[in-house]
């Protein structure tokens, strides 16, 4: 049972925009990032929700490593492709800036790809990929990240979480969406734990002498140093849990982030310099949007596509088990659990908006105060 406080929806909504605003990111703008961030709360990822508000978009504003105005600059454009720079602005405004030309190009001519270059943390793939599959059409994304993930037989974090992320549409209420890491646990899933005073379940992380760590400001402060990275999916640091898979589809992840775009990969993302202090991320995103009416029509691909997750739910149960999910379905679950009580909202997360409200002397109380 929730006992956490909502905020409306609106009312958060136009709170982060006034912040962003505040902060010096134009209001057209603020409102794509503000939207970008509530949708994860929508789904129920609240690892990259509100809970980065501050400590992910704010905080870097005010460090320098993240540019309040986006300045896009398109280096490559045929008519099936699109090559941006970003100049280190807002992610979430280079995305969507992104993802509405590949639509439009997709809709003409059956497909279109795209990659953006010293860009900045984009929300949830998910957000990107189902902007395709709102229209219809087949979306696919991922990232790189700061280092994060070990190689297979390896002890060092080298790739980022990397997420590669698909969205389908189908017959049903909700798109297929497929929106994980490619570690066996997100970075942002331990910055949750961290702030929530939990545990990190033990096997997610490798450490370099081996031992077991779950003490998860501890992971946070090693993967920082170095002494930690996180295990790809399927475990490490060897190879008997299968985690060379997960470590294959992050390495897939990381050559088409950097390599379409001709971006920085792996410790150049680090955002620290060599000598100790913070710097630009110079992250990169690639984009792939298919029209199913380019092949069989798009009434067939949503029809097979439904096809497919009602037979997958209908599936035989394990013992102790009442439901089979599918992609998509548990986030759909989470926005009609919440759409008419708003966003739940921690206590970390409630004093960072009083403390953001106070600090910008904003008109607004929270129902959390009462």
């Not at 809709?107 to 219809?136: F, L, P, Q, R, V």
């Amino acid at each position: 049972m929730e006992t956490r406080p909502y905020v409306a929806w609106d009312l958060m909504n136009r709170f982060m925009i006034d912040v962003f605003v505040a902060y010096g990111v134009p209001e057209e703008d603020a409102k794509i990032c503000a939207d970008v961030l509530l949708e994860s709360d929508r789904r129920g990822i609240e690892s990259h929700g509100c809970n980065r508000f501050k400590p992910i978009y704010i905080d870097r504003i005010e460090k320098g490593t993240l540019l309040p105005v986006t300045n896009i600059e398109i280096l490559k454009e045929t008519p099936t492709t699109v090559v941006m720079d970003a100049h280190d602005g807002m992610g979430m405004v280079a995305s969507y800036k992104m993802m509405q030309m590949l639509i439009e190009k997709a809709k003409t001519y059956g497909m279109a790809g795209g990659a953006i270059k010293n860009s900045t943390h984009y929300g949830i793939a998910g957000y990107w990929a189902t902007m395709a599959s709102n229209e219809g059409l087949l979306g696919l994304t991922g990232t790189n990240a700061r280092p994060s993930i070990s190689p297979t037989f390896g002890v060092e974090n080298m790739m980022g979480t990397n997420p590669l992320t698909f969205a389908f549409p189908t017959d049903e209420e909700f798109p297929f969406c497929l929106d994980c890491a490619t570690s066996t646990v997100q970075r942002g899933k331990i910055e949750y734990y961290a702030r929530e005073g939990k545990e990190t379940p033990a096997g997610m992380v490798v450490t370099h002498d081996g031992s077991t760590v779950t003490d998860s400001a501890q992971i946070l402060k090693m993967l920082t140093e170095g002494k930690a990275a996180l295990a790809p999916i399927g475990g490490g640091p060897g190879d008997e849990m299968c985690g060379y898979k997960g470590y294959g589809y992050a390495a897939v992840v990381e050559i088409l982030s950097a390599a379409l775009a001709g971006g920085e990969f792996m410790k150049a993302l680090s955002g620290v310099s060599e000598d100790g202090k913070p710097q630009m991320y110079h992250l990169g995103h690639f984009f792939f949007v298919v029209d199913p009416n380019a092949f069989m029509g798009e009434e067939v691909f949503r029809k097979t596509a439904g096809d497919i997750v009602r037979a997958l739910r209908a599936s035989k149960k394990a013992p102790g088990y009442d439901r089979i999910y599918t992609a998509g379905e548990k986030e759909h679950d989470a926005w009609l659990e919440r759409k008419d009580k708003g966003v739940p909202v921690t206590e970390a997360v409630q004093k960072e908006m009083i403390a953001m409200r106070d600090k910008l002397n904003l008109p607004y109380t929270f129902p959390f105060e009462n």
